[in-house]
């Protein structure tokens, strides 16, 4: 009897991941780059890369206030 090498639902698993890493990085250079192109501003490019890295440094300071709590709470999604 042969073994099979993966799932099916592993596959499609890793083909949709790779889907989206190709589309998370094309909108980090494409964002940046149209509104470079409208406003000819690197000011206003540079302001647009940190604010969309905002979400990611909130990430941090809000889990680093977690772990420095007296009385542990657990977080529900």
């Known amino acids: 009897m042969k ?7 592993f596959k499609l698993s890793i083909a949709g991941q790779s889907i ?3 589309s998370s990085s ?20 540079g302001l647009e890369l940190a604010i ?3 979400p990611l440094s909130a990430s941090f300071l809000v889990g680093y206030y977690l772990t420095k709590l007296k ?6 999604v």
Do not use: A, H, Q
């Not at 073994?3 to 639902?9: C, D, F, I, M």
């Not at 780059?33 to 409208?38: A, G, N, Q």
């Not at 009385?71 to 529900?76: D, L, S």
């Open 3 to 9: 073994r099979k090498g993966y799932s099916r639902n």
């Open 20 to 22: 989206d890493n190709i």
């Open 26 to 45: 094309m909108m980090l250079v494409l964002f940046p780059w149209i509104v470079l192109s409208i406003t000819n501003s690197s000011f206003l490019t």
């Open 52 to 54: 969309s890295d905002l």
């Open 71 to 76: 009385r542990k709470k657990t977080i529900e």
